[in-house]
């Protein structure tokens, strides 16, 4: 089982967390395919976030905006709407280390936020961060221990970094919360390809 089809097999669950409540509000909108918005990005700087179909600013018109929300998040280092709005652009543009400046910020400025957490961990999980990733998704864990989304990361998270023992205790959790989660079978497949590494050696 490969890294892509581990990743595919747990996307729906992740992308529908990190639209609908990584970023609250903020994320209101997804990607639409390249080949859909060709003709309104092509005049885009390089790594620009990309516009909607039918939108009616212009590109420099957006680029400008992305690049004062940036700029109020910096001038504005307490501002935690302004910190998780800068980490959503980087996000989207995957400029993983810039958003996770960014939602270090937004933590400090709430540490009890269970969001601003959840992204941290998941931020570091794309950029393959692994043990920031486990981490942050363990102190997501410790506010809300059953949180099915969270465990699916922190699994995926563990398979990656190669730790056998603790993906299995993670694997036996998530079985014991949800028993059908489509993903087990292939978090399965990976804690097996790792144990016979290990035996392997």
């Known amino acids: 089982m490969t890294r892509e089809n581990l990743l595919f097999a747990i996307i729906g669950i992740l992308f529908g967390f990190i639209v609908g409540f990584m970023f609250a509000s903020t994320m209101s909108q997804r990607p639409v395919p390249v080949a859909a918005s060709t003709a309104d990005n092509r005049n885009l700087p390089a790594n620009h976030p990309q516009v909607q179909p039918g939108d009616s600013k212009n590109p420099q018109q957006v680029f400008a905006e992305v690049q004062e929300a940036i700029s109020k998040a910096r001038k504005e280092p307490n501002n935690f709407d302004a910190q998780m709005k800068a980490a959503e652009l980087f996000y989207q543009i995957q400029r993983y280390d810039q958003a996770i400046e960014f939602l270090l910020k937004a933590n400090q400025i709430k540490p009890d936020s269970f969001e601003t957490v959840v992204a941290l961990g998941q931020v570091n999980l794309d950029a393959e961060h692994y043990d920031q990733a486990e981490k942050w998704l363990k102190a997501a864990l410790m506010k809300k221990p059953e949180d099915v989304r969270v465990l ?46 290990e035996k392997a050696k």
Request: overall charge negative; glycine content about 6%; charged content about 30%.
């Open 152 to 197: 699916a990361s922190l699994t995926f998270a563990l398979l990656e970094k190669g730790d056998a023992a603790a993906a299995t205790r993670a694997i036996e959790t998530l079985e014991k919360v949800d028993s059908d989660n489509e993903a087990l079978p292939q978090f399965r497949d990976k804690l097996a390809g790792l144990r016979s590494g």
